[in-house]
């Protein structure tokens, strides 16, 4: 599983140098949409990564919109 910031969370697969599919690519039960590839990787959504989205969202630009509205807690001054 690996997580992108504004896509979500995914599961990553390696991909066949041979056959350019992944090794694994879900179960009848467990039903895996492809949404991209990379040069190695094959990436994937299933049931429980959209759980997950919908669970925590978009953590890293939420923490990064958090971040924006703090004020500064330490001074980088010199003490002495």
Do not use: R
């Not at 599961?11 to 090794?23: H, K, L």
Request: glycine share 6%; with cysteine.
């Amino acid at each position: 599983m690996i997580y992108f910031p504004q896509i979500g969370y995914l599961i990553a697969m390696p991909m066949d140098a041979e056959t350019g599919q992944s090794y694994w690519e879900g179960t009848e039960d467990d039903q895996w949409e492809k949404m991209f590839t990379s040069d190695h990787m094959v990436y994937y959504k299933n049931s429980q990564m959209e759980e997950m989205d919908t669970q925590f969202g978009d953590i890293y630009t939420e923490i990064c919109g958090q971040l924006s509205t703090l004020s500064p807690i330490v001074s980088f001054a010199d003490p002495f």
